[in-house]
């Protein structure tokens, strides 16, 4: 097992920029100066997102693909989101406040995003 530190992460020093095509392009280089021709790869958070446009971007490279605990990337107008309280003191005033907004277990997938908006904890279909 090989980690890599992203730029500017753990012990790596800080980058230029921080680009998505700069990250893929450490994971090449990494994998390149260890010799490795094709790898099964793992990314967690911002390291997942990376994985899967490297796996995008060089697939011959890639025998399998883990991604975990990405954020969705909605291309969606989120402008409602200004007009919500900043704190609230209980579920039910979170609730009042969302109004249409509230998310429930049954909602469809939204388009323009990667996940759904439904309930994904406990107990919700996966």
């Known amino acids: ?20 095509s700069g990250h893929v392009g450490d994971i090449t280089a990494l994998l390149d100066h260890l010799g490795v021709a094709e790898v099964a790869l793992l990314g967690h958070s911002l390291g997942g997102v990376n994985a899967y446009q490297f796996a995008a971007r060089r697939p011959e490279r890639v025998t399998a693909l883990i991604v975990e605990d990405i954020g969705a990337v909605c291309d969606i107008d989120l402008s409602f989101a200004r007009r919500l ?4 003191a209980t579920r039910e005033g979170l609730v009042e406040a969302l109004g249409a907004a509230t998310l429930h277990p049954e909602a469809p997938a939204v388009p323009g995003c990667d996940a759904g908006l439904g309930n994904s904890g406990p107990g919700a279909d996966s």
Do not use: F, K, N, T
């Not at 992460?9 to 980058?15: F, K, M, P, T, V």
């Not at 309280?85 to 609230?88: A, E, N």
């Open 85 to 88: 309280p900043d704190r609230v």
């Open 1 to 20: 097992m090989i980690a890599l530190d992203q730029r500017g992460h753990g012990e790596s020093d800080r980058a230029a920029d921080y680009e998505r």
